[in-house]
């Protein structure tokens, strides 16, 4: 089955401790992306991926971390964390035509 | 910020009725998609049209697009208490693959 899996899907921590959102896509699709979704702003990207080594930064990257060392996997690192990162988080593989595919999400909440 | 909007923010209305929705955005782009959202879930993409067309159908879904005015419309025919959930629509900045997502139209489908 075509799918993106993030992982964890909840996430508590506090702020400062470093964390990692894993997204991976089974579909060989060349671009991915992350999005942060927040109440009243819909969604906004944070770092897009063209391909392997390639990563390009969205509209709100400030705080934010990504690698494409791999085609399948897209890691979302937060270095420090901070309570304004608090978000509900996507990852999105595309192929053609433009279709993004999304991941279930993960709720992730820094105290 | 280029953030895209969503018009009405949100519409409720019978099944059987149909629904419209509307995007306007700010930049030139290459194609506007529409998505759909069931309650903080992942997004499933509905539409695709492309800058150089005009109108597009899929089921029960019709997009039309004006990029003179940079806006575009989703009408949802015979709506069904299933349609029920929050749509976006996302364009590309032209040149790029960098993503703009409206804030999004509540829909609710009363049977």
């Known amino acids: 089955e075509a799918q993106v899996t993030q992982n964890p899907r909840y996430l508590i921590t506090v702020t400062g401790k470093k964390l990692t959102v894993t997204c991976s896509q089974n579909?060989?699709?060349?671009?991915m992306s992350w999005y942060r979704q927040d109440p009243g702003l819909g969604l906004r990207q944070i770092y897009y991926?063209?391909?392997?080594?390639?990563?390009d930064k969205g509209d709100v990257p400030e705080g934010y971390k990504v690698s494409r060392k791999e085609k399948r996997n897209f890691p979302l690192i937060l270095e420090s964390p901070s309570p304004n990162q608090t978000s509900l988080y996507f990852c999105a593989s595309m192929g053609r035509p433009d279709e993004q595919y999304f991941g279930p999400g993960t709720r992730l909440t820094v105290t | 910020s280029q953030q895209g909007e969503e018009d009405p923010q949100a519409l409720s209305i019978q099944e059987g009725e149909n629904a419209t929705m509307n995007c306007s955005y700010k930049t030139s782009i290459n194609n506007l998609q529409w998505y759909r959202q069931n309650s903080g879930r992942g997004l499933v993409h509905l539409i695709l049209i492309r800058s150089n067309e005009r109108e597009k159908h899929s089921g029960r879904l019709r997009v039309t697009l004006d990029t003179s005015k940079k806006s575009s419309s989703l009408l949802i025919t015979a709506s069904r208490a299933a349609d029920t959930a929050s749509y976006f629509c996302?364009?590309?900045?032209?040149?790029?693959?960098?993503?703009?997502f409206g804030t999004g139209t509540r829909l609710k489908v009363l049977a």
């Open positions: 579909m060989n699709h060349e671009y």
């Open positions: 991926s063209m391909n392997v080594e390639v990563t």
């Open positions: 996302a364009t590309d900045s032209y040149g790029t693959y960098k993503y703009i």
